[in-house]
């Protein structure tokens, strides 16, 4: 605990003054090492001061900006990330950093990596890559990072929340204390205990067994579908079950949570076809991407009642326009992005990509698990997921 306010109180020191509403500010490089830096974060306004520790936003830059500054770079933030005329869009032809998060993603195409010619270091303040073309970023030459696990407790608590959520028929009750009614059949009649159901995570990595242990206490029946089968001792501790086929998984499921990331091989895997495999009545948690779902299918099987309740803080795009047809499709408890961007987390992915940056300029390596690009390579475990013909995930 003594470290953890320690931490907090370090990184707290870094957080610079802000400003209401957008800002991108420049400075004069002081020495011939001095590179450009562009962080791209969504606008806090008013909430911005608010809280000290509030650093994943473009207001306060990850509470960065003092130290980088002093150290003779530019530092250049904003919220404008999209469009040929766009802030972001200014700044590629000359840039050496590009700082960008899962919760306002800047979209690094192909086209954007051609025209940056001074482009070596892409950061993820978070856990994510798909924002990035992976292939072309290898092709040039870059190296990609993330900062590996530092929302993995964040998004896991989230997962369990939502599963209660969905479970227990929670937010139709809530909307009717908001709207002044009062009507215990409306919600009850699909209210369910957690004790007993049978819960399945396709892909249990960091993410995925953080939420397996802490299902454990409910007395769920746990299943769990991965490229990779646990350690027998740690399988057994947890208490979950392996399904090696995700076709045998998927029926046996009263709820199923994706925790796979986004690749040429899960973009639109869960179509109507794999949906059709599920319950009737099947809840589905999806905070790892929404293009994993084929969006369409996950309306039209709400609306027949087959997904019986979904729920997630992941789109495609993002943010979600205001059209988007899951935010009105029914038994939904949709939120925007925000599981792995509580306090804590924005404390930890600051702290890792500060840690990044400085291990960048000194010329050293970063901790192996952050790669994802290193030097135009891809990492062995993104090499494997980037196979078209992967038989699990």
Excluded at 170 to 189: K, R, T
Excluded at 327 to 340: C, D, L, V
């Amino acid at each position: 605990m003594a470290m953890q306010r320690a931490t907090r109180a370090a990184i707290r020191a870094c957080v610079t003054s802000s400003s209401s509403g957008y800002f991108a500010r420049h400075f004069t490089a002081s020495s011939g090492d001095s590179k450009k830096i562009v962080g791209v974060f969504y606008k806090a306004n008013e909430y911005a001061t608010k809280n000290p520790n509030f650093l994943g936003c473009v207001e306060n830059a990850l509470g960065i900006r003092n130290w980088l500054e002093s150290q003779g770079h530019q530092y250049i933030v904003t919220d404008d990330k999209e469009g040929p005329d766009c802030e972001l869009e200014k700044h590629i032809p000359d840039l050496h950093v590009l700082i960008s998060t899962p919760f306002h993603p800047a979209y690094v195409t192909a086209e954007r990596i051609k025209k940056a010619k001074n482009l070596k270091l892409l950061l993820t303040a978070g856990i994510g890559s798909d924002h990035i073309d992976l292939q072309a970023a290898a092709a040039a030459g870059l190296t990609v990072a993330e900062v590996t696990g530092s929302n993995v407790v964040s998004v896991a608590e989230d997962e369990l929340m939502r599963i209660l959520i969905l479970m227990r028929n929670f937010v139709p009750g809530y909307n009717q204390v908001v709207n002044g009614e009062w009507n215990v059949a409306g919600i009850a009649y699909r209210a369910y205990d957690l004790e007993g159901k049978t819960i399945g995570t396709v892909g249990a990595g960091r993410i995925g067994k953080l939420l397996l242990q802490r299902l454990k206490p409910f007395g769920c029946n746990l299943l769990y579908h991965d490229r990779l089968q646990m350690e027998p001792g740690l399988e057994k501790e947890i208490g979950a079950k392996y399904v090696e086929s995700l076709n045998d998984l998927l029926p046996q499921c009263d709820v199923v949570v994706i925790n796979t990331p986004l690749t040429e091989k899960t973009k639109g895997m869960f179509n109507k076809e794999l949906i059709g495999k599920m319950k009737k009545g099947v809840l589905i948690v999806n905070n790892a991407r929404g293009a994993i779902m084929e969006k369409q299918a996950v309306v039209e099987a709400a609306e027949s009642g087959h997904i019986g309740g979904y729920s997630g803080d992941v789109w495609d795009p993002q943010p979600a326009p205001k059209d988007h047809p899951w935010r009105y499709m029914p038994n939904q408890a949709m939120t925007p992005h925000i599981s792995g961007t509580t306090i804590d987390a924005q404390l930890r992915y600051a702290a890792g990509t500060k840690d990044m940056l400085e291990r960048y300029f000194k010329g050293e390596d970063f901790p192996a698990q952050n790669y994802i690009v290193k030097d135009g390579e891809l990492a062995p475990q993104y090499r494997n997921l980037m196979v078209p013909n992967l038989i699990s995930l």
